[in-house]
C-alpha cells in the first residue's frame, strides 16, 4: 500500500476554480493561492446572507489511544460518500499546527484514500493563516513590554501580565523564559513564555468571530494582565485592536482546497482541543452551509472534549443546531479500551472489545443529552475480524444505535457509501432538537459540575477557595454568562490520562480558571495542560526531507 504522501502526490487535483463552481463560488469571489488553493473573499461571503441552511453533521469519536480513530479521516471519507451518492456535501476541518507535523502525531489532512490536498501546502504553510495568528499575538506582546518601558499610563502591575507569546513549533525550551534582560534600554525584566500558537486566544477568537467587525471586537476585549488593584487591562486600553485587525484581514478568509476525488472542502482555524474549543472557524461552517446541502465537520480529540466543546460552545456562541453526529471508533482502539496491549492489538480479541466497548456507549449515552442523533462509524482496519465487527454492531444496536462499517482509508468514498445513506436518512428525517448541556444564566461553577458529572460522570469537582473566589469575581465584573471549556486529558474521562473504559464516580480537581473575554469562555484546567508540547526523542522532522526530484519525503 502507498504511503498517505505518496497517494496525494499520485492525486489529479482540479483547478481551485472548478472546485469553486461545485459550489456555485464564481472564479472572481476566490482569491487564489496558486493553482489549488484560494480565501473565499468575505464580500463574497457577505452576499449569501438570505440563502437557507444545509445540514450540519459532527463527526466526533471515542477517547484518543496510541492505536488511532481517523476522525479526519472519516470526515473526508463521508463527505466524499455523500458527493458519490449524488447530494451537494461539503466538508470542514481544521488547519494542521506545524508543530505536531515535525513532532509525533504528523500532519491533519486525513488519511489513505481519504484526504484533502495538496497535503504537503495543507500540512506546512498553507495560505499564512498560523503566521498571521502567531504574528498578531506577538505584536500584542510586544506592544504590552512597550507600553510598561514608555511611562506604563495603564498602571499595568508586571508581576500580573499573564498574555505570552507563541510560535507554531513544538519547543519545550521555551515554556518559561525571562524577557529584557541586558540593561535599561532593553525594558524590565519579567518572567513569561511561550505557547504553541494554536493555543493562543487570538485562534479561538478567529474560529468563532462572525466578520471582521466582531473580530476587531473580540481582540479589543482580550485581557492581557492586570493593574496593582486587579482591575483588568484589555487589548484595547493599549490600543492594539485596530492594528491587530489589520493583521488578520485576510486570514479571516475561509481557505477551499479539494479531497482526493476533487470535493470541496474548507481547511480554516485550528484551536487547541483542550485550553479552546477544538473546531474550525464559525465563518467556514456557516460559510459551507450556505453553499451546500450537507455539511460534514469535526471536532477535537474525543466526544468528551470536542463534541461537547462544539456543542456547547460553537454551536451556542454561533446559532448552529447540528443534524446529526457520527462517533469514530477502531476495533484497535476499543480493544486497547479493553486492557490489550499496543503489540498484542492485532490479535482477534472479542472478550476485550467487549469490555472496552464500554468507552463507545458512554460516548453514545452522552451524545443524547443534546438532542442529536448518533451514529457509529467502524474506522475498518486490515486486521479486523468478523466476529470483532459484529459484536461492536451488536453492542450498538443494543444502545438503539447503528454501527456501520467503513473503508474509505483503503477504498475511498466506495467505502463510505453506505454511511452516507444511513446520516441522509437520519438528517432528513427531521429528528434532531438540539440544545446545550446547560443554559448561560447557571453560575460557572455549576457549569463546570453540569460538564464533570454529566459528561464525565465524575462524583466531585474540587477546588482551591482561590479559584472559587476568581469565578465570583468574574460573576460580578459580567462575566458568568459564559460558557465554560474544560481543559483535561484527552485519554480518559477522568483526569488521569491511564484510567480508560468508562470510570465513574472520580474527581475532577479544578487546577486554575482563565478568562478568555474576547473569545467569550471561561478555562476550567484540571490536571496538567501542556500549551507548549515538546518534541519526541526521535521528532517525525528527522526524517522530513526533498528527495533528489524536489519532492517533500517523510510527511504523514
Known amino acids: 500500500m502507498a504511503s498517505d504522501i505518496e497517494i496525494a502526490r499520485a492525486a489529479t487535483m482540479k483547478p481551485i476554480t472548478e472546485i469553486g463552481a461545485r459550489l456555485d463560488i464564481p472564479a472572481e469571489a476566490l482569491d487564489a493561492y496558486g493553482r489549488t488553493k484560494a480565501k473565499v473573499r ?14 450540519l453533521i459532527l463527526v466526533t469519536a471515542i477517547n484518543p489511544t496510541p492505536a488511532g480513530e481517523g476522525k479526519t479521516t472519516t470526515t473526508v471519507g463521508l463527505g466524499d460518500g455523500l458527493n458519490r451518492i449524488g447530494k451537494k456535501a461539503a466538508i470542514c476541518l481544521r488547519e494542521p499546527s506545524l508543530g505536531p507535523c515535525f513532532g509525533m502525531k ?19 504553510h498553507f495560505t499564512g493563516d498560523f503566521h498571521a495568528i502567531t504574528s498578531a499575538h506577538n505584536l500584542l506582546a510586544a506592544l504590552i513590554d512597550n507600553h510598561i518601558y514608555w511611562g506604563n499610563a495603564q498602571g499595568i502591575d508586571t508581576r500580573r501580565v499573564t498574555w505570552r507569546r507563541v510560535m507554531d513549533m513544538n519547543d519545550r525550551a521555551l515554556r518559561q523564559v525571562v524577557t529584557s534582560l541586558g540593561g535599561v534600554s532593553n525594558g524590565f525584566p519579567r518572567e513569561t513564555g511561550f505557547d504553541i500558537t494554536v493555543a493562543s486566544e487570538i485562534m479561538a477568537i478567529l474560529c468563532l468571530a462572525s466578520d471582521l467587525a466582531d473580530l476587531q471586537t473580540r481582540l479589543g476585549d482580550i485581557i492581557v494582565g492586570y493593574r496593582r488593584d486587579r482591575t483588568p487591562v484589555t487589548a484595547r486600553d493599549l490600543e492594539a485592536d485596530g492594528a491587530m485587525t489589520v493583521l488578520l484581514k485576510e486570514a479571516m478568509q475561509p481557505n477551499l482546497v479539494q479531497t482526493l476525488e476533487n470535493n470541496p472542502a474548507f481547511v480554516h482555524g485550528g484551536p487547541f482541543a483542550n485550553i479552546a474549543h477544538g473546531c474550525n472557524s464559525v465563518i467556514a461552517t456557516k460559510t459551507a452551509m450556505k453553499l451546500a446541502d450537507y455539511v460534514v465537520t469535526e471536532a477535537g480529540f474525543g466526544a468528551d472534549l470536542g463534541a461537547e466543546k462544539f456543542f456547547d460552545i460553537k454551536c451556542r456562541k454561533a446559532g448552529l443546531s447540528p443534524d446529526a453526529v457520527v462517533i469514530v471508533a477502531t476495533i484497535r482502539a476499543l480493544k486497547m479500551n479493553g486492557g490489550v496491549a499496543r503489540e498484542d492489538l492485532g490479535r482477534e480479541n472479542v472478550e476485550a472489545l467487549a469490555r472496552g466497548a464500554v468507552n463507545l456507549g458512554r460516548h453514545i449515552e452522552n451524545l443524547r443529552q443534546f438532542g442529536v442523533p448518533v451514529l457509529v462509524a467502524i474506522n475498518h482496519f486490515v486486521t479486523d475480524t468478523d466476529a470483532e465487527v459484529d459484536a461492536v454492531k451488536t453492542y450498538a444496536e443494543g444502545l438503539g444505535v447503528t454501527a456501520i462499517t467503513c473503508r474509505h482509508w483503503a477504498d475511498g468514498s466506495r467505502g463510505t457509501e453506505d454511511l452516507a445513506r444511513k446520516v441522509v436518512e437520519v438528517v432528513d428525517g427531521g429528528t434532531a432538537s438540539f440544545q446545550p448541556l446547560y443554559p448561560d444564566e447557571l453560575p460557572l461553577l455549576a457549569k463546570i459540575e453540569t460538564v464533570a458529572k454529566r459528561i464525565y460522570r465524575a462524583g466531585e469537582v474540587t477546588a482551591d477557595k482561590s479559584v472559587l473566589d476568581q469565578l465570583a469575581r468574574w460573576e460580578a465584573d459580567g462575566f458568568g454568562h459564559l460558557p465554560v471549556c474544560m481543559a483535561k486529558t484527552q485519554y480518559s474521562f477522568s483526569t488521569d490520562p491511564t484510567l480508560r473504559g468508562a470510570p465513574e464516580g472520580h474527581v475532577v480537581p479544578v487546577r486554575e480558571v482563565r478568562l478568555s473575554a474576547g473569545a467569550g469562555f471561561v478555562v476550567a484546567i484540571c490536571g496538567e495542560i501542556m ?5 519526541p526523542k526521535v521528532p517525525a522532522a528527522n526524517a522530513i526531507r526533498l528527495d533528489e526530484a524536489g519532492n517533500i519525503e517523510g510527511l504523514f
Open 42 to 55: 468575505a464580500d463574497f461571503i457577505e452576499t449569501l446572507a438570505g440563502r437557507p441552511d444545509g445540514k
Open 106 to 124: 504528523g500532519g491533519a489532512a486525513g488519511g489513505g484514500h481519504a484526504q484533502v490536498v495538496p497535503m504537503e501546502d495543507i500540512n506546512l
Open 531 to 535: 500549551t507548549m508540547p515538546g518534541l
